[in-house]
């Protein structure tokens, strides 16, 4: 009689068990699905804003001056609204990030991964997590008032607001990205694949030049479209050291105003709502926001079209 009594009690237990389970298990499914359609929820009004603010834009400027016009005076009496004068300025100081970030991060990344012991890589990792947390504020008035008067001792004609000093400071604060990115990649690449390249008579480098880094192309590119897109939208060091004078070209040595420095300068003037100028700041933005999403399905093609199967 205990017996049954017993093996009906924990059948009861057993059920009450399965049915919390299962309600809680249908609980976090659609929890996580609104954390999904959240992220697309966002996305999705981020878009709308930027089209419906844009399109009263576009009714009284043209596209075709939109990209092609190379002056940018939205607060003149005769304004002119070529967005590839702060596009051009944009990619300039982009540019130079990247160009700084990109082989210094895959060279601390190749030392990480294949060199460094674990005792320096538990020193060098905090480090470079030290220069994710720096303030971009402190990034700016150091290219403003470090890096360009170095740079004017090594070049005489630079101007005191450029495109130099702050795309050099944005290639050092990127950095951390591409490197960690870049050495989680490579870390990932099978050992047996570095231990043939020993056994064939391969030094270390070559090795990780001619086997991890080629076996870690997708993550290394994604760590570069990281970083550029990072340097793209970045705001407050090239507000503070690039100026915010539009000016159409590619001279580095010059100041310009990017993108984003000319959403900040409008944003803190005093922009009647639904005027042309207040307008472009939208038009401005939706071009923004186009070339990060450029960026990101480059990226995209690029891991899909790199990526290993081990």
């Not at 009450?16 to 697309?40: C, D, E, M, Q």
């Not at 092609?68 to 300025?89: C, I, K, Y």
């Not at 005093?270 to 042309?276: A, V």
Request: charged share 10%; hydrophobic share 55%; with cysteine.
């Amino acid at each position: 009689m205990n017996t049954t009594q017993s093996s009906s009690s924990s059948l009861l237990v057993s059920e009450a068990f399965l049915k919390r389970r299962a309600f809680w298990n249908v609980v976090s499914r659609y929890l996580l699905l609104a954390a999904a359609l959240a992220s697309i929820f966002v996305t999705v009004g981020i878009v709308y804003v930027l089209v419906s603010e844009s399109l009263p834009f576009f009714q009284h400027v043209s596209i075709l001056d939109f990209l092609t016009d190379t002056q940018w005076t939205p607060m003149f009496a005769n304004a002119h609204f070529g967005v590839m004068t702060l596009v051009s300025a944009t990619l300039t100081v982009a540019g130079i990030a990247l160009g700084v970030a990109i082989p210094a991060g895959i060279g601390l990344a190749i030392y990480l991964s294949e060199y460094a012991s674990n005792r320096v890589r538990e020193v060098v990792k905090p480090f470079l997590e030290l220069l994710e947390g720096v303030p971009t504020v402190v990034y700016g008035f150091f290219a403003l008032l470090f890096v360009t008067p170095l740079l004017q001792t090594f070049i005489p004609s630079l101007s005191g607001f450029n495109l130099l000093a702050p795309g050099i400071v944005m290639g050092i604060m990127i950095l951390p990205y591409t490197a960690s990115v870049s050495e989680d990649a490579m870390r990932s690449v099978p050992m047996h694949l570095r231990e043939a390249g020993y056994a064939l008579g391969y030094s270390r480098f070559r090795v990780a030049t001619h086997i991890v880094i080629p076996a870690a192309l997708s993550g290394i590119t994604a760590a570069c479209i990281l970083g550029m897109s990072r340097a793209v939208g970045e705001t407050m060091v090239v507000a503070i050291a690039a100026g915010q004078n539009p000016r159409f070209g590619f001279d580095p040595t010059e100041g310009a105003a990017t993108i984003t420095s000319f959403i900040v300068q409008m944003a803190m003037g005093d922009l009647p709502h639904g005027t042309i100028a207040y307008q472009s700041v939208f038009a401005a933005g939706l071009v923004l926001f186009i070339i990060t999403l450029i960026f990101n399905i480059l990226g995209f093609y690029l891991r899909r079209r790199f990526r290993e199967v081990y």
